[in-house]
C-alpha cells in the first residue's frame, strides 16, 4: 500500500527525470573549485536569513515606540531569541562577504565571460539587493547608531545628481529619519527586497544550470569532471556546515549588541559610521575636499563611485575575449586594486 | 529730583544724537599715539558706544568743535579723566535712571550704587581710599561691554580671574589684612571645575556667595544662607540637626567647617567616620555620641559603595561578554541615586535617616549583582551548548568528508 502511494507520488511528481538529471549533471574539477562553494555558502546564509527572519517577525513591531522594545523582549526574554537574532545580524554581514568573494572569484576566474554575461550581471544585482537588506535591516532595532547611521546613508543617497533629493525623500518617508522610515524600511526589508531577490536567484540559479560552472580549461584539453550528485552536493554540505559551525560561533560568543533606544531629538554621538561593507566609500567622500573644481565634492565622489560600480558591472562586455582566453593582466590589476582599495580604507574609515 | 523730567532731553544732548552727529574726540585722539590714542581704539566695542552714546555722555565738553581749545573747554562742561571717587556716581548717572536705562534693557537693575555702597569697597572709596575696586576695575573702561559678552570681564567665566586681579595681587592688597590665596584655592575647587572645565555659567563664581556690586565678606551667621541660596536640601537638614545649635554656641560658620570655603573639593566618604583624615574628629573623639554615630554612618555607607561596586563589576563582565543586561544597569542607577541620597541625608547627622536610604539602595544593589550572576550563568550555558554543537557539526563535516573520499575512490576505480 505505502509502496503503491509512494510510486504514485513518484510519478506524479516526476521523480524519475529528477532522478535522471541529478544522475547526468557534472561539474568541472580545477585547482579553483573551492571558490565554487561561495555562491552555495551566500544561498546557504540567504536561506538562514530568511527563516531567522520568520522567527524575529512574530515579536517585532516596526514603529518608533516599539521597535527598540520588542528586540530587547527577543533578546531578553524569548527563549532563544537572543541566538535567532543573534545568528539573523550576523548571517546578514557574512552574507554580504560570502557575496563578495563570490563575486571577486568569479571575476578573477574569467567565469563573467560569454556566455555568461546574465549570471554576472543578476549576480551583480543580487548583491547590491543584499547591500540593501543590511541598509534596511540595520535601522529596525531603532537604536542609536543604526538611526544616525540611517541618517548619514540616507544623506549620501541625497547627493546622487537629480534625482538625490528624490531619492532621500523616497527612503526616509519624509524630510527626516522619522517612524516613516522605520515602517518604510521594514516593508522593503521583509517584503520587496526578498520578492525580487527571490525572482532574481531563481533566474541567477536557473542561468548557471543552463551554462554550467565555468571550466576554466584551455580549448582542446579534456574538462575533468566529478558527478554533482552526490560527490559535489556532499563537498557543498561540508562547506555549510562550516560556515553554520562560523556563524553560530560568533552568534554565541559575540551577540550582537542593541545599544541604546534612538533618540532623534539627540545630537549625533561621536564616531558614527555606517556598516563595515561601506566604510570604503563612506571613508572615501570624507577625504574628498568640499568643492572639486566647481562642484560639490561629495557629489563628484557619488558620481565618480556610479560610474566605477557601472564600469566593474560591464566588465562582460569589455573583456569579450572567449572563455578560455588567460585573463588580461590589466584586468588582474584592476580586480587587486579594488580589492586593496576596500580593504585598506574599511580599515581606515573603521579606526579614524 | 527737580531736574529728573529733564533726564531725556539730557541724554539727547549728551550722547544720542552722537550716532550721527560729528565727534571730533574720536577722530582727534584716533590720530594721536599711545595711551591718548588708545579710549578712542576701545570704544568701537563699547556697549555705550553702540547704543548711540559718546565720550560726551561721561567726559562732557563740545565734539562738534574741531577745534581742541573749544571742545575740551570746562565752560562747555569738559571734565577730563574722571576722578576714582568720582566714578560710581558719574555711571549711576544713568545707570540709577530707571527712566533711561529700561528704554534700553527693560529688565536691566538700576540700583548698583545703592548696592556699592554698601559693599567693603564703596565704603573704603567713600572714606578716601581710591585702591578700592569701582565700576571700571570690574567693568572695564572705554571697552565695557555686556555681562553675558564672553569677551566682559564679568562674564562669568572670566569674573573670578578679574577678582584675583587686586585680590591675589600682595602689593596691592597689602594693609588690608586678608589672605591673597582665595583665587588659587578657588581653582582646586568643585565650582572652578563645574565653571571652567564643564563650562557651567550657572556654578558659582566669587560673586554668587560675596555679591557683586555690594560685594562683602559673608559673616560667619550667614554661611549656610549663602551655601544654601544653592544647596538648599542640605541646608535645610543642617538647620535641624545637633550640629546646628552646636556651631552657633561655638561660634563656628556652617558648611564650610567640614568642607572649607574656597576650596571646596569634591566631597568623598574619607571626610566621614573616625579615621584619619575624616573631619568628625576635628571635634569628636571617642566615647562621645557623634564619635559613635560618625562610625556607623560612615560604616553604612561604605558598606553601600562596596555593594555597588560589586554589582558594577559583574555587570561590565556581563556587558563584555555581549550579555544584555540593561535592565540590571537601570535597577543599579536607582541604587546609586540611593547612595547619593543617604550622603545628602548625612548632613541630617542621623544614623537613622541615612540607614534608611542604605538599606533602600543595598535591596537594589543585590538584585542588579543577582541578574549579573544569571548573566554569566547564561553565558556559560551559551558556551557549552556551542562547544556541543561545534562537536556536532565537526563529526558530521567529517563524516561527510569520509563518505566524499569513499565515492571519489569508488568513482576511480569504475573509471
Known amino acids: 500500500m505505502l509502496r503503491r502511494a509512494l510510486n504514485w507520488l513518484a510519478d506524479r511528481a516526476g521523480v524519475d527525470s529528477i532522478r535522471s538529471f541529478l544522475a547526468h549533471k557534472t561539474v568541472p574539477i580545477h585547482s579553483a573549485t573551492i571558490w565554487y562553494y561561495f555562491g552555495g555558502i551566500t544561498l546557504f546564509l540567504f536561506v538562514i536569513q530568511v527563516l531567522t527572519g520568520m522567527l524575529l517577525l512574530l515579536y517585532y513591531r516596526p514603529t518608533p515606540n516599539e521597535a527598540f522594545e520588542t528586540v530587547q523582549f527577543i533578546i531578553t526574554r524569548v527563549q532563544f531569541g537572543w541566538l535567532v537574532r543573534s545568528v539573523h545580524s550576523w548571517s546578514g554581514n557574512l552574507m554580504v562577504l560570502s557575496a563578495m568573494i563570490h563575486m571577486f572569484s568569479v571575476f578573477f576566474l574569467r567565469s563573467y565571460r560569454q556566455p555568461r554575461e546574465l549570471i554576472w550581471l543578476s549576480g551583480m544585482v543580487l548583491l547590491f539587493l543584499t547591500l540593501m537588506f543590511g541598509f534596511s535591516g540595520y535601522l529596525l532595532p531603532w537604536n542609536t547608531l543604526a538611526f544616525f547611521a540611517t541618517k548619514v546613508g540616507t544623506d549620501m543617497a541625497g547627493l546622487v545628481p537629480v534625482a538625490g533629493s528624490f531619492l532621500r525623500r523616497f527612503l526616509r518617508g519624509g524630510d527626516e529619519v522619522t517612524g516613516a522610515t522605520l515602517t518604510r524600511f521594514f516593508g522593503f526589508h521583509v517584503a520587496v527586497l526578498p520578492g525580487l531577490t527571490t525572482l532574481l536567484l531563481l533566474f541567477h540559479l536557473a542561468l548557471v544550470q543552463k551554462w554550467g560552472m565555468s571550466s576554466r580549461q584551455r580549448s582542446g584539453e579534456p574538462v575533468s569532471t566529478m558527478p554533482f550528485f552526490p560527490n559535489f552536493v556532499l563537498r557543498e554540505l561540508i562547506a555549510w556546515y562550516g560556515a553554520l559551525g562560523v556563524l553560530g560561533t560568533l552568534a554565541a560568543l559575540f551577540p550582537w549588541e542593541l545599544g541604546t533606544k534612538a533618540d532623534p531629538f539627540a545630537s549625533a554621538p561621536a564616531g558614527i559610521r555606517p556598516e563595515w561593507y561601506f566604510l570604503a566609500v563612506f571613508y572615501t567622500l570624507k577625504l574628498i575636499p568640499s568643492k572639486v573644481l566647481f562642484m560639490d565634492g561629495e557629489v563628484v565622489g557619488i558620481v565618480v563611485f556610479g560610474l566605477a560600480a557601472a564600469g566593474w558591472m560591464l566588465i562582460p562586455f569589455w573583456d569579450r575575449q572567449p572563455e578560455e582566453a588567460e585573463q588580461h593582466r590589466l584586468l588582474t590589476g584592476v580586480g587587486a586594486f579594488v580589492i586593496a582599495y576596500l580593504v585598506v580604507f574599511s580599515v581606515l574609515g573603521y579606526w579614524r | ?415
Open chain 2, 1 to 415: 529730583m527737580k531736574l529728573r523730567w529733564m533726564a531725556p532731553i539730557f541724554v539727547m544732548a549728551l550722547g544720542l544724537p552722537a550716532q550721527t552727529a560729528k565727534n571730533s574726540c574720536v577722530e582727534c585722539h584716533a590720530a594721536l599715539e599711545g595711551d591718548l590714542a588708545r579710549p578712542a581704539e576701545l570704544f568701537a566695542n563699547d556697549i555705550h558706544g553702540k547704543n548711540g552714546f559718546s565720550c560726551v555722555a561721561c567726559h562732557g565738553g563740545d565734539p562738534s568743535s574741531d577745534d581742541p581749545e573749544v571742545a575740551m573747554s570746562r565752560g562747555r562742561g569738559f571734565l577730563g579723566k574722571i576722578d576714582r571717587r568720582s566714578v560710581p556716581a558719574r555711571c549711576a548717572r544713568c545707570h540709577s535712571d530707571a527712566n533711561l536705562i529700561h528704554r534700553f534693557k527693560p529688565q536691566q537693575r538700576v540700583d548698583q550704587l545703592a548696592q556699592y555702597q554698601t559693599s567693603v569697597h564703596g565704603q573704603r572709596l567713600a572714606a578716601g581710599d581710591v585702591k578700592v575696586a569701582n565700576c571700571i576695575d570690574c567693568h572695564s573702561v572705554h571697552d565695557i561691554r555686556e555681562v553675558s559678552d564672553p569677551l566682559s570681564p564679568v562674564y562669568p567665566l572670566r569674573l573670578p580671574e578679574t577678582c584675583a586681579r587686586c585680590h591675589a595681587d600682595a602689593a596691592h592688597m597689602q594693609g588690608y589684612r586678608i589672605p591673597t590665596d582665595q583665587f588659587e584655592k578657588y581653582r582646586k575647587s568643585v565650582h572652578w571645575e563645574a565653571l571652567a572645565q564643564r563650562g557651567d555659567l550657572s556654578a558659582p563664581n566669587c560673586a554668587t556667595c560675596h555679591g557683586n556690586h555690594g560685594a562683602a565678606p559673608p559673616g560667619v551667621a550667614s554661611v549656610a544662607m549663602v551655601c544654601g541660596s544653592c544647596h538648599v536640601v542640605f541646608e535645610n537638614l543642617f538647620v535641624k540637626s545637633p550640629h546646628k545649635k552646636a556651631f552657633d554656641n561655638m561660634g563656628l560658620a556652617g558648611c564650610v567647617v567640614c568642607h572649607s570655603n574656597h576650596d571646596v573639593e569634591k566631597p568623598t566618604l574619607a571626610l566621614v567616620g573616625v579615621q584619619p583624615g575624616a573631619v568628625c574628629l576635628n571635634c569628636h573623639a571617642k566615647g562621645d555620641k557623634g564619635y559613635e554615630a560618625a562610625m556607623q554612618m560612615r560604616s553604612r555607607l561604605e558598606q553601600l559603595a562596596a555593594s555597588l561596586g560589586r554589582s558594577d563589576d559583574i555587570l561590565k563582565m556581563a556587558e563584555s561578554s555581549g550579555m544584555e543586561v540593561s535592565e540590571a544597569r537601570l535597577g543599579l542607577g536607582t541604587a546609586n541615586e540611593s547612595l547619593v541620597k543617604a550622603e545628602v541625608d548625612l548632613h541630617s547627622f542621623d544614623p537613622a535617616m541615612v540607614d534608611g536610604a542604605v538599606a533602600k539602595g543595598l535591596e537594589v544593589a543585590q538584585s542588579s549583582y543577582r541578574a549579573g550572576q544569571k548573566a554569566l550563568e547564561e553565558r556559560d550555558y551559551r558556551r557549552k551548548g556551542l562547544a556541543l554543537s561545534l562537536v556536532t557539526i565537526v563529526v558530521t563535516m567529517a563524516g561527510l568528508w569520509l563518505a566524499v573520499r569513499e565515492l571519489d575512490n569508488r568513482r576511480k576505480k569504475s573509471s
